[in-house]
């Protein structure tokens, strides 16, 4: 009779308990949006709505003071729009890491506290560190649909948009920040000053049609051999300076590479990524393990550099100062075409028109790497 | 022969009277439950249990809404689609395990022996690879995983040989050809971002699931315990040998076949759901044998509340322990390998 009873009673609370998880699992949604919109309408009347890269309608409050930015660029792009970093309150290692090594740092200083451990360097976010932030947003790349359907779940609306392969993409993701964070007039500011350089370096096209094109090696990460790929946008700027890109056959924006295809494919100029502590001088010097780079075209002739980092890294197809490293490149390839850039004055005209900041020239120094050319 | 003249005496020197063994399993029940409520209130964010509670008893009753609605969302959002997905994910796999180590009468034997997670791995990295969305990856995994299947059980069929060393010896066959096409996808996948979530999804992780998910494997989850536990006793006849099954009348053909197909439909069930996860089918047989003995009337259920408890311990113990998730197969592993260990040397190898 004990034991039946205890059967009993085991039975009625496991249905109870189950009955009610049931419910909540299919009742959360309904009851989560009555009470989502009942406390956002005492608090917050005003929402914008704006259409991402997914071509979703998404609503955001008027102000965001809370944003979590999974892309590592994203970063400095919506640091660049908001003119300051005080409503970032999350962003991955990798960025901070670009922070730390940039001229952001001294720039500022409200970013150094910003919580970092919330995504792993796979990008996998987890979703309670995230609940814990309780962000007003979430800006992502596409292509996550499980990561993004949590967010929601969680309350957290998400802007997404396509990593760019070209000018237009970029200017894309531009556009659509400047929507999200209500700073259309800086982000128009912005894309003004892009428009002004593709214009530039397309009045300087007939020229370029006769000139060598000069083969150039964009690096993405050096011990592995890993290379911007010919569908990246970084191929895509060395096609509009004059110059020329590796093949690869991939569609995403990286791919790995031999040293054999290397050495066939002998590059004139190599560009040294912010991602890794690689100088010039390790491959004047022969100093990279397992590669030998002393037959090299770019070596034999001293034209290895590192791409600059102004406010973060150049080189990823998603920067902001992506104009700088254009211009920068161009006057590395053709400097008889390209002579009238003056790098130096673009690096301390971008900081003076959208940060009101003065940079030193010890900041263009170290934006530019100096130290690592004699 | 031998050892089926083995298995009845041991049998008579372990087995538990049947209170105890309903004792045991109510037990087990409840300590499931009680383990399901201390993993909601367990996580990064902080809840209170008094506030789980009323979070709970407000959808069966009115009560008054003291709590930030991100609890709610978390609670229902976040933990309990992976309670709920971990304790079917466990209590399958383990099911799967027991059965498989009956019908191939051998207890070293987990539900990867036909090759169905290196399958259903090679579907979800070719989906990834594809570019194709959460359900494009379950659906993949879940149908190269069954494809693989049928292919190790048609090869015994072409070498007209149906014994189950052979059955056995296919299954290394096909898990060598999709783990080497294993090598191929993951050659080809972007670096920066499919390759993560290939090895990611290797290695197992409940991080990622949503209700839909769960919904859709639920069904199947349960159609397959339910056919598996009505025919327990068959099993226990079919560890008995071949020749033996055959005299009591068992349609061995058969009853070996729906207990393969159950079985493999709950690992691809689990496996679509969470990725694969080693470990978990090979060690809980063995644990619940300590307890209840070799009886598969007895041992099915056991192993599956012990499995569901064991992937819900697992399951907490990666997403609380730091901030970065640890799949699922590393936990499983570096406690589940010693773990088996531990079992045997108390068991002193008695693989009965």
């Known amino acids: 009779m004990k034991k039946k009873k205890l059967k009993l009673i085991a039975t009625v609370v496991t249905v109870v308990l189950s009955a009610s998880m049931i419910g909540g699992c299919t009742n959360s949604n309904s009851k989560l949006n009555d009470e989502k919109t009942k406390e956002t309408s005492a608090a917050t009347n005003v929402k914008r709505t704006i259409v991402d890269s997914t071509g979703e309608k998404i609503e955001l409050p008027e102000k965001l003071e809370k944003m979590a930015i999974l892309p590592w660029p994203w970063v400095s792009i919506i640091y660049t729009l908001e003119g300051s970093g005080n409503n970032i309150i999350a962003m991955p290692k990798g960025a901070k890491d670009g922070y730390d090594m940039s001229i952001l740092k001294n720039m500022a200083p409200e970013l150094a506290d910003v919580s970092t451990d919330f995504v792993d360097n796979d990008g996998n976010v987890n979703m309670e560190t995230m609940a814990n932030l309780k962000p007003d947003a979430a800006f992502c790349f596409t292509g996550k649909e499980a990561q993004t359907e949590k967010f929601k779940s969680l309350g957290i609306p998400v802007v997404q948009v396509k990593s760019a392969k070209d000018m237009k993409g970029l200017k894309d993701i531009i556009k659509i920040t400047g929507e999200a964070l209500g700073k259309e007039d800086r982000s128009k500011k912005l894309l003004e000053w892009y428009d002004k350089t593709e214009k530039y370096i397309e009045s300087k096209q007939s020229k370029l049609e006769n000139v060598e094109k000069y083969k150039v090696l964009n690096f993405y990460t050096t011990n592995d051999m890993k290379m911007y790929s010919k569908s990246s946008f970084n191929a895509t700027i060395n096609d509009m300076l004059g110059g020329q890109s590796i093949n690869t056959t991939t569609n995403a924006g990286t791919a790995n590479v031999s040293m054999e295809e290397v050495l066939n494919y002998n590059p004139d100029i190599i560009l040294i990524s912010n991602f890794d502590d690689v100088v010039p001088d390790d491959f004047y010097n022969n100093k990279l393990p397992g590669q030998d780079w002393s037959k090299v075209s770019a070596v034999v002739n001293h034209k290895v550099y590192k791409v600059p980092c102004g406010i973060y890294r150049m080189e990823p197809p998603n920067s902001v100062e992506k104009p700088i490293y254009m211009l920068w490149l161009a006057s590395i390839l053709h400097p008889d075409i390209f002579s009238d850039v003056n790098i130096e004055k673009e690096i301390s005209n971008f900081l003076k028109e959208f940060f009101d900041y003065n940079a030193t020239q010890d900041d263009i120094d170290k934006v530019l790497h100096k130290k690592l050319y004699h | ?352």
Request: hydrophobic residues 50%; proline residues 4%.
């Open chain 2, 1 to 352: 022969m031998n050892s089926s003249n083995r298995n009845l005496e041991n049998i008579e020197h372990e087995v538990l009277s049947i209170t105890k063994y309903r004792i045991i399993i109510i037990v087990m029940i409840f300590t499931a439950i009680l383990m399901s409520v201390i993993a909601l209130c367990l996580g990064r964010y902080k809840i209170d249990i008094l506030d789980i509670l009323k979070v709970f008893m407000s959808k069966i009753t009115a009560v008054e809404h003291r709590w930030d609605p991100m609890t709610e969302n978390v609670i229902f959002s976040l933990r309990l689609p992976r309670i709920i997905a971990s304790l079917l994910v466990g209590s399958a796999l383990a099911l799967s395990g027991v059965t498989y180590q009956g019908v191939f009468k051998n207890p070293l034997v987990s539900p990867d022996l036909l090759g169905i997670s290196s399958g259903a791995c090679v579907g979800a990295a070719l989906a990834i690879l594809l570019g194709f969305g959460s359900i494009g990856i379950q659906i993949s995994a879940f149908t190269l995983g069954i494809v693989t299947v049928i292919l190790t059980t048609t090869i015994p069929k072409i070498l007209k040989n149906d014994s189950i060393t052979m059955l056995v010896l296919s299954g290394i066959i096909i898990s060598g050809v999709m783990n080497s096409i294993m090598g191929i996808v993951k050659y080809l996948a972007d670096p920066e971002t499919q390759l993560s979530a290939i090895t990611y999804w290797q290695m197992g992780s409940l991080a990622k699931v949503v209700p839909q998910d769960v919904l859709f494997t639920v069904p199947l989850i349960l159609i397959s315990t339910l056919i598996l536990m009505l025919i327990r006793w068959k099993i226990n006849i079919l560890s008995l040998g071949d020749s033996e099954a055959k005299s009591l009348g068992l349609n061995i053909k058969l009853t070996r076949g729906i207990t393969i197909i159950c079985s493999t439909m709950l690992t691809a069930c689990a496996v679509c759901i969470c990725g694969t996860i080693g470990w978990v089918g090979l060690v809980i047989p063995h644990l619940g044998r300590m307890i209840v003995g070799p009886d598969n009337v007895r041992l099915l259920p056991i192993s599956c509340v012990l499995g569901g408890m064991f992937m819900l311990f697992i399951d907490t113990l990666a997403r609380v322990i730091t901030n970065v998730e640890i799949p699922l197969s590393i936990l499983t592993g570096l406690i589940g390998a010693p773990f088996y260990f531990y079992i045997l040397s108390k068991q002193r190898m008695k693989l009965s």
